[in-house]
């Protein structure tokens, strides 16, 4: 059973589309989506008696056995509705975090959605031990010791310590892979978008990945990363990250920041829109939201118009005043446009770049061969004495990495001023 209450200035029919899908995705059988108005909600029931009454009413006719409300409820609020329906009620936030425990596959998402699951189950203890008597006591079993609640309570407490000492551990690890990812000059690409926008597909269409890719909501949870060739002997690391949703619950922001910290440390984002959902607009709205709660707004982005086969939209891309391309329209299922994008991620980076000149002695073969490995050599030629003057063009990262190399000396690096005088005359 379904419930929804439509409040001044929201958008309903696309927010209880919405909690369909999450219900389907959550594999449960809707039955009947109850709707309702009100102006606020109400204290006790959210809803309200005369709609609490109409929903118990269309339990017993449909004999349904779970009430998903399209809203988040507080514990009074989800007992009351309990005791009147004579049924089990679940919030948006209990839903979604349902749908996550049933997608988790990885360790570390697992951990960081039974941390979730117990903050939001702290505070309803309650409803499940109102009815159980006292524990006896201690030594000698004397005095009435804790009630089972506080029992529970107690343990909760300790899991939720626990499961952050091992979360912290993984967070190390994880920024331990990112510190060793940073000594290769490749930059990280993030995928991000509203859950559904089809960046699980457009994943595997660049990367040959078999990421689960399935028509429905939050089929992608554990981040998955694959290097990617592009035009011009470039490469990047591509993330395929969590897609996020209109209320995204706070709690799942603040278990997966670990995740979410992909998307804050890439050099660029990829936007995937649903070209053919009508609320589109909306949704990008949304993620632009999610963004901005993570601190990821400053993360430069190129906006990717996906399932254009859907809606007969040709591919193309767009730029901005400065000639930067900013949008790509496309379509993963099919793999049209996605050339297009490859190019422009390409010419992302070389318009980041700068060309230098390296003179490299007939000794340092292990570094020219890295130089030939790692980065792109635009021209080479071998001069009299048998030194390898190289034209190679690098990004800030780049140059981080060559620098740092133990065979490396900073004669090899002929200045640019020396090279703008070569150039000119002057």
Request: aromatic letters at 4%.
């Amino acid at each position: 059973m379904l419930v929804h209450l439509r409040f001044p200035g929201s958008d309903s029919e696309n927010e209880i589309q919405e909690l369909q899908l999450l219900a389907q995705s959550a594999g449960a059988m809707v039955c009947e989506v109850v709707v309702g108005n009100r102006q606020r909600p109400d204290a006790a029931t959210y809803v309200g008696k005369g709609k609490a009454e109409e929903v118990r009413a269309a339990v017993v006719r449909q004999e349904a056995d779970l009430v998903l409300m399209n809203h988040d409820l507080s514990p009074a609020q989800e007992r009351n509705l309990e005791k009147i329906t004579e049924c089990r009620v679940l919030d948006r936030t209990g839903l979604i975090l349902d749908i996550f425990a049933q997608r988790a596959r990885s360790h570390e998402g697992k951990l960081q959605v039974e941390l979730a699951q117990l903050d939001h189950l702290a505070s309803r203890l309650v409803r499940g031990w109102t009815h159980l008597e006292r524990q006896k006591g201690g030594i000698g079993l004397r005095g009435p010791g804790e009630t089972q609640l506080e029992t529970d309570r107690r343990l909760i407490r300790e899991r939720v310590k626990h499961l952050n000492r091992r979360l912290e551990k993984v967070r190390g690890q994880r920024q331990g892979r990112r510190r060793a990812r940073s000594k290769i000059p490749i930059p990280t690409v993030s995928l991000v978008g509203y859950t559904n926008a089809g960046k699980s597909s457009l994943f595997n269409r660049l990367t040959g990945a078999q990421v689960n890719a399935a028509d429905q909501l939050f089929s992608t949870l554990d981040p998955t990363m694959r290097r990617v060739e592009l035009p011009g002997r470039a490469s990047i690391i591509l993330a395929d990250t969590v897609g996020f949703i209109r209320h995204l619950p706070h709690k799942l922001v603040e278990a997966f920041k670990s995740t979410l910290e992909e998307v804050t440390e890439a050099d660029l984002l990829l936007h995937v829109v649903d070209t053919a959902n009508p609320e589109r607009r909306e949704q990008a709205q949304q993620v632009d939201q999610v963004l901005a709660e993570i601190h990821a707004e400053h993360v430069d982005r190129i906006t990717v118009f996906n399932k254009i086969d859907l809606v007969n939209e040709s591919p193309r891309v767009e730029r901005d005043a400065t000639g930067a391309v900013r949008k790509v329209w496309l379509s993963a299922a099919t793999g049209v446009g996605v050339p297009l994008l490859l190019e422009a991620l390409a010419e992302h980076y070389r318009r980041h770049r700068i060309t230098r000149r390296l003179l490299l002695p007939m000794a340092a073969g292990r570094l020219h061969a890295l130089i030939h490995a790692r980065l792109h050599v635009a021209d080479e030629a071998v001069l009299v004495g048998g030194q390898w003057q190289m034209e190679v063009e690098l990004g800030q990262s780049d140059l981080d990495w060559l620098t740092q190399q133990d065979d490396f000396r900073s004669e090899y690096l002929v200045p640019a001023q020396a090279e703008e005088r070569a150039r000119t005359g002057f």
